[in-house]
């Protein structure tokens, strides 16, 4: 096999590492590596498939579409609809199955902040532009043979989590892609030098390459890209990277405000957000940011704000009591665009500077700018003073009021129509069923890592999840249950240190409001009070929901103060909590990503052995062919050259150094030096000398004798006098890969010609 065979495999290899080293950065978008043990596959048999087909010399071109169909293969494989024949063979339900995936991954954009958890949409999403990454990277540096544009989707996938993150991207994933890139550029330049011969050491002066000139610059300029295009979205004005607003908050952010809260909540360094000083009320309840109205199957979402130009103060009947506060606030850092932390029912606002305006229908203080470090202001507000004897007594809302057809607009589900029923049954008042509901709750368990999305019925099922959670199925069923309500977005009570509280992104919560006719919007907690630092307590309703411990995962392994005082008893779950029609958890989850990490794992194995293989084979082959018993002259000196070959790369892979300049006399004596070979073994490397000397220098070769055993001695020498991590480096990654030499016939035939017959001995003139 030549040089110019075995470079179309080589650079197979290469472009197919590079692009998983690219794909890197794609982690930072996710909790787990799912997503990546799907796109190892797909490039996996991708880059199986490319060796393949170039391995019997197809055209140039047919490799491409294999490789397309290979990954095709392994995306129906992996993201199954049924539709497939034989689980592997698309079929035209799998590419509905498809699209359906994409529309889901685009709607799960819109919905959640990074990183997210094992969502197929999105893994399908990855796994599809990592396949198409590869096939294009082939494509240019194989096929077209331009590595330098293969930088450019390489660079694409880079810029996927520095646009979508709001956190700083790692610089480690980068310096990996990069060190891919200049992989691929330094394979192909090697190749292609290769294609020219020899290089004869230092003799002679050396000319500066027009080909190694323009690899440097196209190294240099694609490193230069890879650094600066990132930047633009920082550059461009009115581009925010760390906005929280959602569709239809202020700012109008790519992704959901419960989707950036979750984030912020979940991810990062615990980071001080707001501190409050100046408080007269000794138990204030939470610091309100934003509001969520609009309820659909894919959760709570924001509306657009409305503008009052004034604080209309709250809608109390005359018969309630209050009491007015007020509290100094400061922004320290983190803050969304545009929305400004309040108590509930401010009254007054000062010092915030101008632009900033009041929602009337939500409570909420939005503007169009940020809210920046160091802004400080006072609120002044009121508390009510209600009793659940007060809220007993309060009318129903009337369902066809217009007022309330937002908030109580709700998806028609019959599992949580069904619940709802249940749980008011025989309860008389809109307080009593809004009680029942909230005690529902009580033997649910809190854990953070689980996903943002509402999925009311993953969490009915699992019981499982955190205050987004509660929040949003809690006012879902109020709503069934014919009560308004909304999802609040704001600040548990923090951590108190003598007159300042300070809140994290730790102490970030949401909670429901619900509304009762003379009361107005009154804040309920269904968040177990045990998992929250800073949860407080109405007097209208005992606490928030009776708890249960969380568990060690609840804690998510970071420290913070949104799941510090787990309790050690929980509550008695309420006989409409073994709720007889919900479905059976599922297991279809644990299992996949089980025989995803064992496939991984498998693939993972293989990789690291595929050096190993190839440089086996590689010594088979010529271990048979220095043995053959071709008869003639061409075929004596191929064999001698077969193991000269072979001594030469066993050298490199147990770190003898290797002079491309020496003759193989030379090669010889500092083998047996530096290699510290025995007696015995120095007489077979002495007759590869001879061998090869022959093969090179002399009219006829020698006859060859079985050269394996010669070779065999070496080996066996070599490595007993190696260091254990240079015996496992020459059988796992052998240097001799990685180091390409032309075959020393080839050697021989461009830089010497064989001897004129009037040359030898037998031909000489006599002497005078």
Not at 151 to 167: E, I, K, Q
């Amino acid at each position: 096999m030549t040089t110019h065979d075995r470079a179309p495999r080589r650079l197979t290899l290469v472009a197919a590492g590079s692009t998983l080293l690219a794909a890197l950065p794609v982690g930072t978008l996710f909790d787990h590596a799912t997503w990546a043990l799907h796109a190892a596959l797909v490039v996996a048999a991708m880059c199986a498939t490319g060796l393949l087909v170039r391995s019997v010399r197809a055209p140039s071109w047919a490799p491409t579409p294999a490789m397309a169909l290979a990954g095709l293969l392994v995306l129906t494989w992996s993201f199954r609809s049924g539709h497939e024949y034989a689980g592997v063979i698309p079929a035209p339900g799998t590419f509905a199955h498809f699209r359906d995936l994409l529309r889901t991954a685009a709607a799960d954009l819109a919905r959640f902040a990074p990183p997210v958890t094992d969502r197929e949409g999105l893994m399908f999403l990855a796994a599809l532009g990592v396949a198409a990454v590869a096939l294009l990277v082939d494509l240019l540096a194989v096929v077209q043979r331009r590595p330098a544009l293969a930088g450019l989707p390489m660079l694409a996938v880079y810029a996927v989590p520095v646009t979508a993150s709001s956190a700083s991207t790692s610089w480690l994933p980068f310096v990996l892609g990069a060190a891919g890139f200049l992989w691929l550029l330094g394979t192909d330049s090697l190749d292609r030098v290769d294609g020219f011969g020899r290089r004869l050491g230092s003799a002679g002066p050396r000319t500066p390459s027009p080909l190694a000139a323009a690899g440097r610059r196209l190294g240099a300029a694609g490193v230069g890209l890879a650094v600066l295009v990132p930047l633009v979205p920082f550059a461009l004005p009115g581009i925010g990277l760390d906005r929280l607003g959602g569709a239809g908050a202020p700012g109008g952010g790519e992704v959901s405000m419960v989707a950036a809260f979750a984030a912020r909540l979940r991810q990062g360094p615990t980071t001080d957000m707001v501190r409050v000083t100046g408080a007269t009320d000794p138990d204030p309840y939470y610091l309100r940011l934003g509001v969520l109205e609009q309820l659909t199957r894919q959760g709570f979402t924001a509306r657009p704000p409305g503008d009052t130009g004034r604080l209309t103060g709250p809608d109390w009947g005359a018969s309630v009591r209050s009491t007015a506060y007020r509290a100094d606030i400061e922004i320290v850092s983190g803050l969304g665009d545009g929305l400004l932390p309040v108590y509930a029912w401010p009254t007054s606002i000062t010092g915030a500077g101008a632009g900033w305006r009041f929602d009337g229908r939500t409570g909420v203080v939005h503007a169009e700018r940020r809210a920046a470090p160091g802004l400080r202001y006072t609120v002044g507000y009121v508390r009510p003073d209600v009793t659940p004897g007060d809220l007993r007594g309060a009318a129903p809302v009337d369902p066809g009021d217009p007022a309330f057809k937002d908030t109580l607009a709700v998806p028609d589900d019959p599992a949580v129509r069904s619940i709802v029923e249940r749980l008011v049954q025989g309860r008389a008042t809109p307080y009593d069923r809004l009680d029942a509901i909230h005690a529902f709750f009580a033997p649910f368990t809190y854990d953070t890592r689980v996903d943002a999305d509402l999925d009311l019925a993953g969490f009915l099922r699992t019981r499982r999840g955190f205050c987004v959670q509660y929040a949003a199925a809690f006012g879902w069923l109020l709503r069934a249950a014919g009560i308004p309500s909304r999802v609040v977005i704001g600040f548990a009570r923090g951590t108190r240190s003598g007159g300042t509280t300070t809140m994290t992104n730790r102490d970030l919560h949401a909670w429901t409001e619900a509304y009762f006719p003379g009361f107005g919007w009154l804040p309920f907690d269904a968040t177990p009070a045990g998992a929250i630092a800073g949860s407080a307590s109405t007097a209208y309703l005992p606490g928030p929901a009776a708890t249960a411990a969380p568990t060690a995962a609840a804690t998510d392994g970071r420290p913070g103060g949104s799941v510090a005082r787990p309790t050690t008893s929980a509550a008695p779950a309420p006989t409409a909590a073994a709720e007889p029609s919900a479905p059976a958890p599922d297991a279809s989850g644990p299992a996949t990503a089980v025989v995803l990490w064992v496939l991984g794992g498998a693939i993972a194995v293989l990789l690291l052995l595929v050096p190993a293989a190839l440089r086996g084979r590689v010594r088979r082959a010529r271990l048979a062919r220095a043995s053959a018993a071709t008869p003639g002259e061409e075929a004596a000196r191929a064999r001698a050259h077969h193991a000269w070959d072979e001594l030469i790369d066993t050298m490199l892979d147990y770190r003898v150094p290797v002079h491309d300049g020496e003759s193989p006399r030379a090669t010889v004596a500092r083998l047996v030096v530096d290699g510290r070979l025995r007696v015995e073994t120095r007489a077979g490397v002495r007759l590869l000398n001879e061998v090869e000397e022959h093969a090179r220098y002399a009219r006829r070769p020698l006859p060859t004798p079985e050269l394996r055993a010669a070779l065999g001695a070496v080996r066996a020498d070599l490595a007993g006098h190696a260091t254990a991590a240079t015996r496992v480096r020459a059988v796992l990654l052998p240097p001799s890969l990685l180091r390409r030499r032309p075959p020393a016939g080839a050697a021989t035939a461009r830089s010497l010609p064989r001897t004129p017959p009037h040359a030898t001995s037998r031909h000489r003139p006599p002497p005078r």
